[in-house]
Each structure stands twice: as structure tokens, then as C-alpha cells.
């Protein structure tokens, strides 16, 4: 059964930084891309940012460039996200998501809240 689990939101003030992480099972995890997707309080899903299977590719919407760094740990089954210069429009719930071979999203963690405000 595939399981990813996300964890590392919270509460952190403009300018602040976070790291996300995505824990995964079930699946050969090296062997996919993945993607950061988030979903700001009444607004739609924004794609954020995605990582080839072996890591050296990444790609980021342009609201986040030069301040989010999407990374990946295959030994551990690990997906990151490092935010930092946050800003209160970077309040979302986070989810990762498993991109399939045809470049869809097949499966979704439950989300983390991040919530930038003073």
C-alpha cells in the first residue's frame, strides 16, 4: 500500500523558514518524481514544485523560485521542502504526491498546515 506521510508544517513568522518532509512506503521510491502541491484557505490547488526520481532536475512555480528548495533522500524514502523567506501568501496546507508514469499525480499525503503570520 502506497503511504505518504508529511510532516514539518507549523506556525512561523514572515521571514521565517520551514522544512517539510514526506515519508514514503510502498512504492520504489527512487523510481518516481515527485511533487509539492499546496492549497491556500478557500482557493484551488497550486502545484508548487517537482523532483525527477534521481533528484538532479527540480522545478518550481514561480512564486516560490530562489526561496524554496525541493529536495530528495532515496536511501530514506524522504521527500523534502525547504521554505525559507516565507511570506503570509505561503499559508497552505502542503500536500506530496507521487507523480506516475504518465505525469499524473496517482497518490496524496494528508497534508501539513503552514501557517506565516505574525
Known amino acids: 500500500e502506497v503511504q505518504l506521510v508529511e510532516s514539518g508544517g507549523g506556525l512561523v513568522q514572515p521571514g521565517g523558514s520551514l522544512r517539510l518532509s514526506c515519508a514514503a512506503s510502498?512504492?520504489?521510491?527512487?523510481?518516481?518524481?515527485m511533487t509539492w502541491v499546496r492549497q491556500a484557505p478557500g482557493k484551488g490547488l497550486e502545484w508548487v514544485s517537482h523532483i525527477n526520481s534521481g533528484g538532479g532536475n527540480t522545478v518550481y512555480v514561480d512564486s516560490v523560485k530562489e526561496r524554496f528548495t525541493i529536495s530528495r533522500d532515496n536511501a530514506k524514502n524522504t521527500l523534502y521542502l525547504q521554505m525559507n523567506s516565507l511570506k503570509p501568501e505561503d499559508t497552505a496546507v502542503y500536500y506530496c504526491?507521487?507523480?506516475?508514469?504518465?505525469?499524473?499525480?496517482?497518490?496524496w499525503g494528508q497534508g501539513t498546515q503552514v501557517t506565516v503570520s505574525s
Open positions: 510502498g512504492f520504489t521510491f527512487s523510481n518516481y518524481e
Open positions: 504526491a507521487k507523480r506516475n508514469q504518465a505525469g499524473f499525480n496517482d497518490y
